[in-house]
């Protein structure tokens, strides 16, 4: 599985920002992804999430995700939209992904997701 991040960058805060995963290579029916966040100092932590059985689950409010898939089920797109955006939203944001999975994303922790993007720096001026 591939995962590549796009988007991000510098938006002044109560602006909008948009991130989007772009993975390859997941090859099973049900499976989950999600985007984290690492701000400088902290650790890790998710801001939404989706699997294939129950959809989307949100920890942060100012984000709305969607999840897409090519036609031929070939990529699968995960987005995140930031409305509201403040200078506590800045950190790295990383798209994470576990295949074979058929169960709600949100009993699963960071060390659950086999696969990871590089990860994409939006910072969030005041």
């Known amino acids: 599985v591939q995962l590549v991040e796009s988007g991000g960058g510098l938006v002044q805060a109560g602006g909008s920002l948009s991130l989007s995963c772009s993975a390859s290579?997941?090859?099973?029916?049900?499976?989950?992804m999600a985007w984290f966040r690492q701000a400088p100092g902290k650790e890790r932590e998710p801001v939404f999430c989706f699997d294939t059985r129950y959809g989307l689950s949100y920890y942060e409010l100012n984000v709305k995700g969607r999840r897409t898939v090519d036609s031929d089920n070939s990529k699968i797109t995960l987005d995140l939209e930031m409305r509201s955006a403040r200078p506590e939203d800045t950190a790295i944001y990383y798209c994470?992904?576990?295949?074979?999975?058929?169960?709600?994303?949100?009993?699963?922790?960071?060390?659950?997701?086999?696969?990871w993007g590089q990860g994409i720096q939006v910072t969030v001026s005041s």
């Open positions: 994470a992904a576990v295949d074979d999975w058929g169960f709600s994303c949100r009993t699963l922790k960071e060390s659950g997701y086999d696969f």
């Open positions: 290579g997941i090859l099973e029916d049900e499976y989950a």
